[in-house]
């Protein structure tokens, strides 16, 4: 079952709801999501480990603090001695539920200390803690933390203890940047549903193992098909790809025409028509220009490499497409003016495929001279320097909100976008996206990025639409380069290709 992710503005709307339509009071829900993020502490973070002390929990003015009350409280019922609780924008009002939380704590005996009041304290029971719970602010903050604020968060990330975020990492929010401050945790305790300011490329190391928390709201809330963002599933290519039937033959599977390579780059050629040879598609046929049909011929057995000749005005010359299912363009194609011209035609025509690398950046210059609309029948498959190249955003603000402009851009030129990186973004036409958490170190490497397109074009050309063959190939080109993790270690690109097949079968 896919999750919602969901911004903060978002999420605050779901809360209102659950208190205004729901009468489910504000109180309970706090409640409800401290003992639960408690709970997920002990059985994903410490695992069924007894808990020890000491423990510091930090808590701002807002809910996040309320929040962080309740697990303490729910520390000492267990059992941890050492608790300590640290007010990081003074004394919540008697009035609102963090104040109630807070009375309960030292009701039940727990220290309260105060960042303003007592900092060298703070320091000292920080340093000193096994533990370190973060509560200081949620996101709802609006613009960046500043004093005094900035400076505990600084005195958190230089303690030695582990730190848990509670929702969010402290100073993390959708506008979040490189430069803002923020506490680098080791665990995410996010309520209810994935906060999108996680998935940021710029945040995403902050949060650490992120732990989704079950509170009581509503199903109808938090399933709400209206809302556009999905934690895409490692294994979402399980449910995608239908079973083919026994009788088949090789016609029926589909058959891909793959444009790449050049010379210098004909391993990017070989990589993604082997990928989409090993991806269930029952023909590859892979043109080659002249100066590197020789290798790729040699190099290839299971994959048709056929001579192509770029084309020249005034005639376009190329193959005839009409036998094919599916179209690859792009990795490590080149860039010269005959394989734009090329480009220019192949989109033009009745057929869906895969853009990628190369093909990306001499898809920027069509789209830099004239309106493009792609029909929905296109996946383009750019890092994010590629996409700054294609749409003009500059790649900082890619990294800043990538999911904003890679939806922004799907409508636009009516294609599915596969915004790629450690969390890759899936950006369809209709406005909904995914999100694909995988950071793997291993499979920041090159040609990498040539095995998913064969993966993407593979689905399509065996009749998947572009938006299934993008989340088909995402989920299994990651579930992919885990595997390849554990059998090779830092892997090479060409570890993944018969990982395709292992994992299919």
């Known amino acids: 079952m896919t999750m919602k992710v969901v911004s903060s503005e978002a999420m605050a709307l779901i809360d209102r709801r659950s208190q205004t339509e729901f009468a489910i ?8 999501a401290g003992v639960a993020a408690w709970s997920v502490f002990l059985s994903r973070v410490l695992r069924g480990r007894i808990p020890d002390g000491p423990m510091v929990f930090l808590a701002g003015a807002g809910n996040n603090g309320g929040d962080a009350f309740v697990l303490a409280r729910r520390a000492l019922c267990d059992g941890v001695t050492g608790l300590s609780i640290v007010l990081a924008a003074g004394r919540p009002s008697p009035e609102t539920d963090p104040g109630r ?28 803690a096994s533990w370190i719970f973060d509560g200081i602010a949620g996101t709802g903050l609006r613009g960046a933390l500043r004093a005094p604020l900035a400076e505990l968060v600084k005195a958190v990330n230089a303690a030695p203890g ?18 803002d401050p923020a506490v680098r945790a080791s665990a995410t305790l996010t309520m209810g549903l994935p906060k999108l300011c996680l998935y940021l490329p710029r945040a995403r190391a902050l949060a650490g193992r992120i732990c989704v928390v079950p509170v009581g709201f509503p199903p109808a809330l938090i399933e709400d098909p ?41 391993g990017a050629a070989w990589l993604c028509a082997t990928a989409a040879a090993r991806g269930r598609v029952g023909l590859v046929s892979l043109f080659a220009a002249a100066d590197v049909y020789p290798i790729l011929a040699a190099k290839s057995s299971s994959v048709m490499v056929k001579p ?13 497409l009409a036998g094919f299912s599916g179209v690859l363009a792009g990795p490590g194609w080149g860039l010269s003016e005959g394989r734009e011209r090329w480009l220019a035609r192949l989109v033009t025509l009745a057929v869906s495929g895969v853009i990628d690398a190369d093909g990306i ?16 029948r296109w996946v383009l498959t750019p890092h994010p320097g590629e996409f700054s190249r294609l749409t003009g955003v500059s790649r900082d603000e890619v990294l800043d909100d990538p999911v904003r402009h890679a939806a922004a851009w799907s409508r636009k030129l009516e294609a599915v976008i596969v915004l790629k990186g450690h969390c890759t ?18 499979l920041a490497t090159g040609g990498a990025g040539d095995v998913l397109a064969g993966i993407i074009a593979a689905g399509i050309a065996g009749g998947m639409g572009p938006v299934d063959a993008a989340l088909f190939g995402v989920s299994l080109h990651a579930r992919c380069g885990r595997a390849a993790r554990r059998e090779a270690g830092w892997f090479l690109a060409e570890d993944l290709v018969p990982m395709v097949s292992k994992l299919l079968r």
């Open 101 to 128: 939380m807070l009375a309960m704590c030292e009701a039940h005996g727990i220290e309260v200390l105060s960042w303003e009041a007592g900092r060298e304290g703070v320091v000292d029971r920080l340093s000193r």
């Open 226 to 266: 209206s809302i556009p963002g999905e934690l895409l599933p490692l294994n979402a290519w399980r449910e995608i790809a239908q079973p083919i039937p026994a009788d088949t033959h090789k016609n029926r599977r589909g058959h891909l025409a793959v444009f790449a390579g050049a010379p210098g780059t004909t």
């Open 425 to 442: 973004v899936t950006a369809a036409p209709s406005g909904k996206y995914w999100i694909l958490d995988g950071p793997n170190a291993a």
């Open 25 to 32: 009071p504000s109180l309970l829900l706090m409640e409800d």
């Open 308 to 320: 192509w000749e770029e084309p020249r005005p005034p005639e376009w010359g190329g193959p005839d």
């Open 162 to 179: 582990t730190r848990v975020a509670i929702d969010v990492p402290s100073g993390v929010r959708d506008s979040f940047t490189a430069a």
């Open 361 to 376: 950046t001499l898809l920027s210059r069509i789209v830099g001279r004239e309106p493009l609309r792609l029909g929905g």
